[in-house]
């Protein structure tokens, strides 16, 4: 039997509530929200959209993310220049490259949690 998909991000916080509602107030990431207006909101989880979705583990060495930290979070999204406008409104720092940025790839910004994890925002290219 092949998997499926991913199932879940489980990861340790100082502050979980604190930390869930930063999540739900900036990105709308959590149980209660839907991907899209097909898929109905759920109590208990996130109801997310079928898309690509990269699997792939980093070298120590890199610097793509700090490297105090296990792991970086990309979240695939849709009307990254209207996110990041909101993002920066709601007092959220965000990075952008050019270098990121590829027709091929799509667009990327950058932003952490309060807890110091790093979240890449992902458009692909359409």
């Known amino acids: 039997m092949p998997v499926l ?5 489980f990861f340790r916080a100082r502050d979980p509530d604190a930390l869930g509602a930063w999540y739900a107030t900036h990105l709308k990431v959590g149980p209660g929200f839907s991907g899209g207006p097909a898929e109905p909101p759920n109590d208990w989880f996130w109801q997310v959209q079928g898309g690509p979705f990269v699997f792939a583990p980093f070298s120590q060495a890199s610097d793509y993310f700090a490297a105090d930290k296990a ?19 709601g007092g959220v720092p965000v990075e952008t490259r050019a270098e990121w940025d590829s027709p091929e790839a799509g667009r990327f910004a950058r932003i952490h949690d309060p807890e110091g994890n790093a979240i890449e925002l992902w458009e692909p290219p359409a």
């Open 5 to 9: 998909g991913m199932g879940g991000l």
């Open 71 to 89: 792991f970086m979070i990309n979240l695939r999204v849709s009307g990254l220049a209207d996110m990041i406008r909101d993002l920066t409104a």
